[in-house]
């Protein structure tokens, strides 16, 4: 089971130098990538739009990196981590999530949707900005450079070179979510008594 999140505020803007560098962030989103964004203090990405996203716990994330090879876009904003997907697949997550057997199982998955946002890392190459800012695990391409897509919404099948379709994405995520929440739970460090729940799906 996972969770769709709320719309969140847009950070208001400051002045100084963050302001600057967060407007220099935003005009090379815009124009390098052509995606929309919001504030400069910190730039915000809206979700539902371009691409929806994925967010897990940071060492979920990595383990879906490993497990999958290839994704779209990947982000990490201090213990979480954030995949780009299809927009659109926010709201065909629940469902697919059923449609996997996964959907009676609870899951440390965030699905951000339309109206959604999340904290834009710095450009590829740029400083990190702040302790704790989001950066680029797995950075966007340039479209002209035939940068790594986002995973589709239809198909079983991986497009040649690209990112997974959604299906593989969502059921590596669902697993390794388990997977962890299954390890906690031999360590003894289940908060909610439901290790014989957790052992059925091992």
């Known amino acids: 089971m996972a969770n769709t999140?709320?719309?969140s505020p847009?950070?208001?803007d400051g002045g100084g130098e963050g302001h600057d560098e967060g407007a220099r962030?935003?005009?090379w989103y815009e124009r390098e990538l052509?995606?929309?964004t919001e504030g400069v203090a910190p730039v915000q990405l809206p979700t539902g739009l371009l691409f929806d996203v994925l967010e897990v716990p940071a060492a979920v994330g990595l383990a879906?990196?490993?497990r999958v090879g290839r994704t779209g876009p990947v982000a990490s904003t201090g213990s979480r981590t954030s995949l780009l997907v299809a927009a659109g697949s926010a709201e065909e997550l629940p469902g697919l999530l059923d449609w996997l057997e996964w959907g009676g199982v609870a899951l440390s998955l965030t699905a951000v949707g339309r109206g959604g946002r999340i904290e834009a890392p710095a450009p590829p190459g740029g400083a990190a900005g702040r302790p704790g800012a989001a950066v680029w695990l797995r950075p966007p391409g340039l479209p002209r450079e035939g940068g790594p897509g986002l995973p589709d919404l239809a198909g079983l099948g991986s497009?040649?070179?690209g990112a997974p379709d959604l299906v593989r994405l969502v059921d590596a995520v669902a697993t390794e979510c388990h997977r962890a929440r299954l390890m906690r739970a031999r360590a003894g460090r289940s908060t909610d008594g439901s290790t014989a729940q957790l052992l059925a799906f091992s």
């Open 5 to 7: 999140s709320p719309p």
């Open 10 to 12: 847009p950070s208001p």
């Open 25 to 27: 962030w935003a005009r």
């Open 34 to 36: 052509g995606w929309t």
């Open 64 to 66: 879906v990196l490993r």
């Open 159 to 161: 497009r040649g070179g």
